[in-house]
């Protein structure tokens, strides 16, 4: 299933943050309402981000009013400072918008040629990540054994794509080779990804899921209860994976346990240009941590520490699997050169 679609000078999605216990879907025909809709995390995970950051200069371009090329591709340049002003740490965002930007600046037709052709981009872009994650799943597939218990954090699944997902595209792979597969999902506090989204994609699928809070990751490897972990990843730099907070504490508990700690993501997640300390991880309210399930928990005027992402060194890391190939340890040195991917 497509979790974004673009039909008619609209985009219409799903709201994330009412599931899994309301199906909302909504329609989005300007640009505000998809900055907002990506501020809210109505729209989240790291390759939908990238599709709707695409689609909302696809909005911008269908819609303009503008006179000439120059015009609407002036028009693109603002809508693209208001999305990359949405949130700083996924990389797919800043991507897909660079990739529109840059093809629509060497375009040579008429202004209907270039909003025709802008729309167009937006939607390879999406269509191209629906292929990739079929891709990922199918190198992934190959890592995890029959009978395996994956541990999973936050959601890299259908909802955080535009379909099949990366960590859960893996799992899915696996199942679909006939592999008898179990998943672990962390609940992953603050905003609950894991509990809300991957644990009701999974059940959904009949893929058995048992949920855990975050601070039984150590319970559950110290058990022997799981076989392996794959989460998806935010940005992936020469040192360093960027993926939801706590990635990083399920990272160093498998190297602790022998559990092989794995990746999955499409290329439009790497960021090979950087190292993990150029890289800004977005600070979200204190009210996500202060509160659970919009209560108050916390006494007035506690300070907090509220980081979306946290960053894994990759001598935590197993193996990188994207759509081409899967990266093992030995690959992971030629991220500092140019010649990597
Ligand atoms: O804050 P979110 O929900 O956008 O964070 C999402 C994640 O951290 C995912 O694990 C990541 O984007 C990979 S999604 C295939």
New binding site residues.
């Given amino acids: 299933m497509r979790t974004i679609e673009w039909r008619n000078g609209a985009v219409f999605t799903l709201d994330q943050t009412k599931l899994p216990l309301e199906t909302v879907t909504l329609e989005i025909t300007t640009i505000d309402q998809m900055a907002e809709a990506i501020r809210s995390?109505r729209i989240?995970?790291?390759?939908?981000?990238g599709a709707a950051a695409a689609f909302a200069l696809a909005l911008k371009a269908y819609h303009a009013q503008a006179a000439s090329s120059t015009a609407l591709l002036s028009e693109l340049e603002h809508t693209a400072k208001v999305i990359r002003s949405t949130?700083p740490t996924?990389v797919n965002l800043f991507w897909a918008v660079d990739r529109i930007l840059s093809k629509a600046q060497d375009f040579s037709g008429n202004i209907d040629a270039l909003k025709a052709f802008v729309v167009q981009e937006a939607q390879r872009i999406a269509d191209e990540d629906a292929e990739a994650n079929r891709a990922i799943g199918k190198n992934g597939a190959e890592l995890i054994k029959d009978g395996d218990v994956v541990l999973t954090?936050?959601?890299?699944?259908e909802l955080?794509?535009v379909e099949y997902?990366?960590?859960l595209g893996v799992i899915r792979a696996a199942v679909g080779q006939g592999k008898k597969i179990k998943v672990i999902a962390t609940e992953t506090r603050p905003?609950l990804?894991g509990a809300r989204l991957t644990a009701y994609e999974l059940k959904r699928d009949g893929i058995p899921v048992t949920l855990i809070t975050d601070n039984m990751v150590g319970y559950v490897m110290h058990k022997g209860l799981v076989d392996c972990v794959v989460?998806?990843?935010?940005r992936i730099v020469q040192d360093a994976v960027f993926?939801?907070i706590g990635?990083f504490t399920v990272a160093v508990l498998a190297k602790e346990h022998d559990v092989p700690f794995y990746v999955a993501?499409p290329k439009s997640t790497f960021d090979l240009q950087h190292k993990a300390a150029d890289i800004v991880i977005e600070e979200r309210n204190p009210l996500e941590v202060t509160s659970f399930g919009g209560r108050q928990v916390a006494a007035n005027g506690v300070s907090v520490l509220n980081p979306?992402?946290d960053a894994t060194p990759l001598k935590y890391v197993s193996a990188i699997i994207c759509e081409s190939r899967v990266y093992s340890k030995k690959d992971f040195a030629k991220f500092k050169t140019k010649d990597a991917m």
Avoid at 44 to 49: F, N
Avoid at 231 to 234: F, K, Q
Wanted: aromatic share 4%; hydrophobic share 45%.
């Fill in positions: 995390l989240r995970g790291a390759p939908l981000l949130r996924a954090h936050c959601n890299a699944g955080a794509t997902g990366t960590a905003l990804q989460v998806g990843a935010d993926n939801k990635t993501a979306a992402f």
